[in-house]
């Protein structure tokens, strides 16, 4: 089936750790997105990559990390550097045609707890 | 991209349609307009997207006035399983970049 498969599903973290969230799509699109979500909040763009070898810095992007060496992949790093890394995190990718981004499709999500 | 905002919650009956209403008064000549809706614990979902007047598909509707700077999801007849967040974030195609704000809570009751 196609779609988005982030892992892993929970993770647990010691302060000072860096941890790496998976994002995998099988859809062959083009654009990939991470996402943040904190309890009872909207989604903030932490990074974005329009294509491969390519991102953008999202609104939150401090303390992250991100890399874009194929197409289907786009790991995030919580480094240490990141203050309150305690949230949900979703991953999207899309196909954009020339008017618009096209419809996202997102992941399940990863859900982060720094103990 | 332009700020958002929508109406913290909304509650509603089943067999009811629901209207929820997005402002975005700054919203730019290259940003169009789409909806999500979200249960808890999964990522959102597409519902509906546009640029102006109005668009319906299979399961909403979406109307967007000249001046582009609100736009209304229509949910006719709402069920139960309708109970979500909804959102409105604004894409530009200029950047890629897809904003999502506070969304609206909608419940649905029995």
């Known amino acids: 089936d196609g779609g988005i498969t982030q892992s892993p599903k929970y993770l647990f973290r010691k302060e000072g750790q860096n941890v790496t969230l998976s994002c995998e799509q099988n859809l062959n699109h083009d654009a990939m997105y991470w996402y943040r979500q904190d309890p009872g909040q909207g989604l903030r763009l932490i990074y974005y990559s329009q294509i491969v070898n390519d991102f953008q810095k999202g609104d939150i992007a401090e303390g992250y990390s991100v890399s874009r060496e194929k197409k289907e992949s786009f790991p995030l790093t919580v480094t240490s550097a990141q203050k309150n890394p305690t949230a949900f995190y979703l991953c999207?990718?899309?196909?954009?045609?020339?008017?618009?981004?096209?419809?996202?499709?997102f992941g399940e999500g990863s859900r982060l707890t720094v103990l | 991209l332009a700020k958002t905002t929508q109406p913290i919650s909304m509650d509603s009956y089943e067999g009811q349609e629901v209207n929820i209403t997005c402002s975005h008064n700054n919203i730019a000549t290259n940003d169009y307009i789409t909806w999500y809706q979200q249960f808890p614990s999964q990522g959102p979902r597409f519902i509906i997207q546009?640029?102006?007047t109005k668009v319906t598909n299979e399961v909403a509707s979406l109307f967007i006035p000249a001046d582009r700077k609100s736009s209304t999801l229509s949910l006719p007849r709402v069920s139960l399983s309708d109970t979500a967040v909804y959102y409105c974030p604004l894409g530009s195609s200029n950047t890629g970049k897809l904003i999502f704000g506070q969304g609206t809570t909608l419940q649905v009751k029995p």
């Open positions: 546009g640029y102006k």
């Open positions: 999207a990718s899309s196909n954009p045609s020339g008017v618009s981004t096209g419809e996202l499709f």
